[in-house]
């Protein structure tokens, strides 16, 4: 019997990129994912890599920015002793200008300090000035009316000059000289042995004058006031004439008196 010869195995030629030559068998899918794997681990950047790289980087922008400065003018370009003497410098004229302020603020508490005395200086001598005037023991001038009172009969009564007086304070007279008598709040108002009217205990002779300092058109109308001193003095056989003017003197002074029971009250020193 003769020998039946023995088959071939069969083989698969693939042929090759390029080349056209045969290979050998193609690999199985396990070796060809480990084949992946280690090309793809060739290929990462190692953990070095990475930060040479990020240093590569700044490395570049720094150099950009020193080669944009090199036509600039500073202080990058000082040397570090004259960096100092500049900041020494600077901290002596802060300093300085510190003091300057200072010196400033000092001065401005000082003037207002004279400012504080001087306005306080100010209202004392207002407050003494509007007291003097109260008290008649200065003379004063402004506008107001002059009354010129003529009674021959004497027929005018102490009533009749306490009604004077009381219309024109109520008129607003700030003083009031009858005759040469000033009238003052302590004023008063009476009578002699022969019947005449007086003043403080002085005697008014007629023809006088009473002088009033205030709105001249306010104290006029008080004189003409229906049934008031004017009207009652004419009944009475007497003349007045009320005359306005822009600028009064009232010369006559008061002699004030020392009080002998009242005394002002000490100021309280609050909590």
Same mark, same amino acid.
């Given at each position: 019997?003769?020998?039946?010869?023995?088959?071939?195995?069969?083989?698969?030629?693939?042929?090759?990129?390029?080349?056209?030559?045969?290979?050998?068998?193609?690999?199985?899918? $396990? *070796?060809? #994912?480990?084949?992946?794997?280690?090309?793809?681990?060739?290929?990462? =950047?190692?953990? +070095?890599?990475? @930060?040479?790289?990020?240093?590569?980087?700044?490395?570049?922008?720094?150099?950009?920015?020193?080669?944009?400065?090199?036509?600039?003018?500073?202080?990058?370009?000082?040397?570090?002793?004259?960096?100092?003497?500049?900041?020494?410098?600077?901290?002596?004229?802060?300093?300085?200008?510190?003091?300057?302020?200072?010196?400033?603020?000092?001065?401005?508490?000082?003037?207002?300090?004279?400012?504080?005395?001087?306005?306080?200086?100010?209202? $004392? *001598?207002? #407050?003494?000035?509007?007291?003097?005037?109260?008290?008649?023991?200065? =003379?004063?001038? +402004?506008?107001? @009316?002059?009354?010129?009172?003529?009674?021959?009969?004497?027929?005018?009564?102490?009533?009749?000059?306490?009604?004077?007086?009381?219309?024109?304070?109520?008129?607003?007279?700030?003083?009031?000289?009858?005759?040469?008598?000033?009238?003052?709040?302590?004023?008063?108002?009476?009578?002699?042995?022969?019947?005449?009217?007086?003043?403080?205990?002085?005697?008014?002779?007629?023809?006088?004058?009473?002088?009033?300092?205030?709105?001249?058109?306010?104290?006029?109308?008080?004189?003409?006031?229906?049934?008031?001193?004017?009207?009652?003095?004419?009944?009475?056989?007497?003349?007045?004439?009320?005359?306005?003017?822009?600028?009064?003197?009232?010369?006559?002074?008061?002699?004030?008196?020392?009080?002998?029971?009242?005394?002002?009250?000490?100021?309280?020193?609050?909590?």
């Amino acid at each position: 019997m003769a020998e039946q010869p023995r088959e071939q195995p069969r083989r698969t030629w693939r042929p090759s990129l390029g080349t056209g030559r045969p290979q050998g068998p193609q690999p199985t899918t $396990a *070796q060809a #994912r480990r084949r992946l794997r280690a090309l793809v681990g060739q290929l990462r =950047p190692a953990r +070095g890599q990475l @930060i040479a790289a990020a240093l590569l980087a700044l490395l570049g922008v720094a150099l950009v920015a020193q080669v944009r400065s090199t036509d600039e003018v500073g202080l990058t370009q000082l040397r570090q002793s004259e960096l100092v003497a500049l900041l020494d410098d600077a901290s002596a004229r802060v300093d300085a200008l510190q003091d300057e302020v200072r010196q400033l603020e000092d001065d401005k508490e000082q003037l207002q300090g004279q400012e504080g005395d001087e306005a306080a200086a100010r209202a $004392a *001598q207002e #407050r003494l000035n509007s007291y003097s005037i109260l008290a008649g023991t200065v =003379p004063v001038e +402004g506008p107001g @009316i002059s009354v010129y009172v003529n009674d021959p009969a004497g027929m005018m009564t102490q009533t009749m000059l306490l009604d004077a007086i009381q219309e024109l304070r109520d008129a607003g007279a700030e003083a009031i000289q009858i005759g040469n008598q000033r009238v003052v709040a302590s004023s008063y108002v009476g009578m002699d042995e022969d019947g005449a009217v007086t003043l403080d205990g002085t005697t008014l002779v007629p023809p006088y004058r009473i002088i009033a300092i205030g709105d001249s058109h306010t104290l006029a109308g008080a004189m003409a006031i229906p049934g008031g001193f004017s009207d009652s003095l004419r009944g009475a056989g007497g003349a007045v004439q009320v005359v306005e003017s822009e600028s009064l003197v009232v010369d006559a002074l008061h002699e004030a008196a020392e009080p002998r029971y009242a005394q002002p009250v000490p100021p309280t020193t609050e909590p």
